[in-house]
């Protein structure tokens, strides 16, 4: 049902919210369940990552809090929907909770498009931008990067963001429709905020997978894991991210009454809630770069359901694989040509320690692989 309330020049509409009520509290609370312990999880081997000096551990970390931030906001919004789409809470939770979400969609962004970026520059150019893929240079950009967009999020949110409907409830975060100084802060979402991070993403994508298909040294399983995680910041990225500004987009072209709400209000918040899978998604990026992270999750949620169906067998399983990380080192190899070798440390997980033949010393086996 569709009601419209007239103040003066000030029109309210008041839409059925009964999609909140079942579909968005069900997913708020598989994402709740399933994002803070992969979250922590995540955050763990981002810092194992930091303490090998691997830039990508330090995008990976801010990602992690970015998404436990939001997350922590989510009990918020879980209450607002069992009472009714009724803000109960101080209008300056309501803003924050929506700055949270901002935070969230456009924090994210940034750093899935500084992953890309990084792995763009380890594998077509290795030797030219070393600086910018030092430690120190990612806590730089990662730092502009959180500035950005908490000033554009203080810039936007200083707005009243609690309204009335016409059952007197108080709404937060939703203005239906639009208020006039919603239109330019949409457009900036929607270009410099979506389409811009799109084509970077897009292009370093390309040329990522160009280089490795025509790098004929590297391991074939090296070229699966590089190739994956591209790849999924691309996915995450469409899957997340563009359905929820196409409809930002159309409605802020299109809306105009209440008639037009009432047939893109499902269609807009299924494409908002899209936006929270990502707290989901993102731990599996740690999958394609630490192989500990990897296998630390075989171990944790494959392996046990294996025994299962193995309960009735006997004797002993079969060793586990060392747990590996990989570090990436530029050299000149290939006629001159710059070649990108991944140093894996093996650690041998087995009480018993394997020595070398010229002594007693513990081994660490490395290989060198080709990226």
């Not at 803070?36 to 999880?41: F, K």
Request: hydrophobic share 40%; glycine share 4%; aromatic share 12%.
């Amino acid at each position: 049902s569709v009601f419209m309330m007239s103040a003066g020049d000030v029109t309210n509409c008041t839409i059925s919210h009964e999609i909140h009520q079942y579909l968005f509290s069900c997913v708020y609370i598989l994402v709740l369940l399933i994002g803070v312990p992969s979250n922590l999880y995540s955050l763990y081997h981002a810092v194992l990552q930091l303490k090998q000096n691997n830039e990508l551990g330090v995008y990976l970390i801010n990602l992690t809090v970015s998404d436990l931030l939001y997350l922590a906001s989510l009990p918020l919004w879980l209450q607002y929907i069992f009472q009714d789409d009724d803000w109960r809470h101080r209008e300056w939770l309501c803003q924050l909770c929506g700055f949270l979400l901002y935070e969230n969609i456009y924090v994210s962004i940034g750093f899935l498009c500084c992953i890309s970026l990084d792995r763009y520059l380890a594998v077509v150019h290795p030797l030219r931008f070393t600086s910018l893929r030092s430690m120190s240079s990612a806590w730089l950009i990662s730092s502009i990067i959180w500035l950005k967009e908490i000033v554009v999020g203080v810039i936007f949110f200083h707005h009243k963001e609690l309204s009335h409907n016409r059952k007197n409830q108080s709404v937060c975060f939703e203005h239906y429709p639009m208020k006039p100084w919603e239109y330019p802060i949409n457009y900036y979402r929607f270009t410099v905020g979506f389409m811009f991070p799109l084509a970077i993403l897009l292009i370093s994508y390309l040329c990522v997978l160009r280089a490795v298909g025509r790098s004929a040294g590297t391991q074939p399983d090296q070229k699966v894991r590089i190739r994956h995680l591209v790849s999924s910041t691309i996915v995450i990225f469409l899957v997340c991210f563009s359905p929820y500004h196409i409809f930002l987009l159309i409605r802020t072209l299109l809306e105009r009454d209440c008639s037009f709400i009432a047939g893109i209000f499902n269609y807009y918040h299924l494409s908002l809630l899209l936006t929270s899978l990502n707290c989901v998604a993102d731990p599996a990026l740690y999958c394609f770069v630490s192989e500990s992270a990897r296998r630390g999750l075989n171990r944790a949620i494959f392996l046990p359901v294996v025994r299962i169906f193995r309960c009735c067998r006997h004797g002993n399983t079969a060793p586990s694989n060392p747990a590996t990380d990989s570090h990436e080192v530029a050299t000149e190899e290939n006629n001159g040509h710059p070649t990108v070798m991944l140093l894996t440390s093996t650690t041998l997980l087995s009480p018993a320690t394997s020595t070398n033949s010229s002594g007693g010393t513990p081994r660490r086996s490395q290989a060198s692989r080709e990226m």
